[in-house]
């Protein structure tokens, strides 16, 4: 895994797609992806952008995307954003009853040559997805609840962020871990030494008047 924090900014702050285009434009040359908030109320309460507006961000980004499905069927959409360009898709563990679904989820995204990703909320423990790492690139730690940004993090993120790493080492795994919500340069710095790789980042760098500051502090 890389010793490097990147940092992945959100494209939730934003109010609307013309928005969203001016500032991926303004931060393309300092952000290592672009995190894409693909939303829908069958799974948290709003729905915000679509694959064809992934699509729009694809084309004016040099950033790789990583896409992040809070969507209840996520199996359903994964051609679509692929087709849209994404380069990371991650899925949420707890829009699962069927955990065989997951597997042939992470599963179809690889086929696709994306890199697969499974995202958990702040009640789901490490431990319950442990039978599923072997098939996953990326671990997606929300250290707030999907929906809504602006939310201030959850300090019990840390000790995920340590015991996926733990995990990581014991068992020779591959994946990198992420995190996302209510991350500041001084959240940011502990979590990379307990083993981050990546954070996700929207109303910091958004609000900020420096954007490609704001990502540097945060690396």
């Known amino acids: 895994m890389a010793n490097m924090l990147k940092?992945?900014?959100?494209?939730?702050?934003?109010?609307?797609l013309e928005e969203l285009l001016c500032y991926i434009k303004k931060i393309n040359t300092v952000a290592d992806f672009i995190h894409c908030d693909v939303m829908s109320s069958d799974f948290v309460d709003r729905d915000t952008i679509n694959y064809k507006d992934v699509h729009e961000v694809y084309l004016k980004t040099l950033c790789p995307l990583d896409v992040h499905l809070m969507v209840g069927k996520p199996i359903k959409y994964i051609k679509e954003y692929a087709k849209a360009g994404a380069q990371i898709i991650t899925v949420h563990y707890e829009a699962f009853k069927d955990k065989k679904k997951l597997v042939k989820t992470l599963n179809k995204i690889r086929k696709k040559k994306?890199?697969?990703?499974?995202?958990?909320?702040?009640?789901?423990?490490?431990?319950?997805?442990?039978?599923?790492?072997?098939?996953a690139d990326?671990?997606?730690?929300?250290?707030?609840?999907?929906?809504?940004?602006?939310?201030?993090?959850?300090?019990?993120?840390?000790?995920?962020?340590?015991?996926?790493?733990?995990?990581?080492?014991?068992?020779?795994?591959?994946?990198?871990?992420?995190?996302?919500?209510?991350?500041?340069?001084?959240?940011?710095?502990?979590?990379?030494?307990?083993?981050?790789?990546?954070?996700?980042?929207?109303?910091?760098?958004?609000?900020?008047?420096?954007?490609?500051?704001?990502?540097?502090?945060?690396?």
Do not use: C, H, W
């Open 114 to 135: 994306i890199l697969s990703g499974i995202a958990i909320n702040p009640d789901t423990d490490v431990i319950e997805i442990m039978p599923y790492l072997a098939y």
């Open 7 to 16: 940092v992945a900014v959100s494209t939730d702050p934003a109010s609307n």
């Open 138 to 219: 990326l671990v997606l730690v929300m250290s707030v609840y999907a929906g809504a940004s602006g939310q201030k993090f959850m300090e019990s993120t840390n000790l995920k962020v340590k015991k996926l790493k733990q995990i990581r080492d014991d068992y020779g795994a591959n994946y990198y871990i992420e995190v996302d919500g209510g991350i500041t340069p001084e959240i940011s710095k502990r979590l990379k030494v307990y083993g981050a790789d990546i954070v996700v980042s929207g109303n910091y760098v958004f609000k900020a008047e420096d954007r490609a500051k704001a990502i540097e502090d945060l690396k």
